[in-house]
């Protein structure tokens, strides 16, 4: 998966634990991060916050999961298994990650890369066809 290339600062998050009125252990809450991505069109990187929120309910089969409204996506975990907060906190930066990521429009390095240094250093300037047809007038 192409992803963020460099993790500019540490992800804040916030989580909030609480049974909801059907019994079920939903973990919610938010995280963002601040990343450098690579720019689709320049290919240069830029930097970008991501954030997202999410809701999850705990399930331990298919059927919980199955059972479980629009709102709430499902968190597999075997019953012998430990919550790994940092997972889940990753798993949703990556969703938060834009598909094709570019700078806003009209900001892309594109025109710079190729400026004015390169041109000066270039070697003398072959002579062109239409110097070559003036010379023949
Ligand atoms: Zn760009």
Redesign the pocket.
């Known amino acids: 998966m192409q992803a963020a290339t460099a993790i500019d600062e540490p992800a804040r998050v916030q989580l909030a634990f609480k049974r909801d009125d059907s019994g079920r252990r939903v973990i919610s809450g938010t995280v963002s991060c601040a990343v450098s991505l690579q720019?689709?069109?320049?290919?240069?990187s830029?930097s970008n916050e991501l954030s997202g929120e999410f809701a999850l309910a705990l399930v331990y089969n298919d059927e919980m999961a199955k059972a479980l409204p629009a709102e709430l996506d499902p968190l597999l975990l075997m019953p012998d298994e430990q919550l790994e907060v940092a997972g889940i906190v990753e798993d949703e930066l990556l969703l938060s990650l834009p598909m094709h990521a570019?700078?806003p429009e009209g900001?892309?390095?594109?025109e710079t890369q190729f400026g004015m240094d390169e041109v000066e250093q270039a070697p003398e300037r072959a002579p062109s066809p239409f110097d070559i047809l003036k010379d023949l007038k």
Not at 39 to 44: D, I, V
Not at 107 to 110: G, L, P, V
């Open positions: 720019c689709q069109r320049c290919l240069t830029f570019m700078h900001s892309c390095q594109i």
